[in-house]
């Protein structure tokens, strides 16, 4: 089991920033990734970035890209998503969620824990 606990949104103007992050706990070896992903009202959980926590390479939305930066601190275990440039349309629950396949993957059912969420608004 991992449990995963997200923090940091909030309530920020169009442009601004913020930085989310997930503290994982439990069945914590380095044989998995983590993802970050965002669910906004009526629309499906869409994945936004994830990151090795074995070589920490990052993989980002087309949406995101240049705006939001994935990180991990190995010993914290914990890892952050920082968003600068944020849009209204950014404005959902961000979630934190665990893989532990062996294939690299954006697809929300191909991760096997998830956190409570944590809600980011932009406003225009």
């Known amino acids: 089991q991992v449990q995963l606990v997200e923090s940091g949104g909030g309530l920020v103007q169009a442009g601004g920033s913020l930085r989310l992050s997930c503290a994982a706990s439990?069945?914590?070896?380095?044989?998995?990734?983590m993802g970050w992903f965002r669910q906004a009202p009526g629309k499906e959980r869409e994945f936004v970035a994830r990151?090795?926590?074995?070589?920490?390479?990052?993989y980002y939305a087309d949406s995101v890209k240049g705006r939001f930066t994935i990180s991990k601190d190995n010993a914290k275990n914990t890892i952050y998503l920082q968003m600068n440039s944020l849009k209204p349309e950014d404005t959902a629950v961000y979630y934190c969620?665990?893989?532990?396949?062996?294939?690299?993957?954006?697809?929300?059912?191909?991760?096997?824990?998830w956190g409570q969420g944590t809600q980011v608004t932009v406003s225009s």
């Open positions: 990151i090795s926590w074995s070589d920490g390479r990052p």
């Open positions: 969620a665990a893989d532990f396949g062996a294939l690299v993957t954006t697809i929300p059912d191909r991760y096997d824990f």
């Open positions: 439990g069945r914590t070896f380095r044989r998995y990734a």
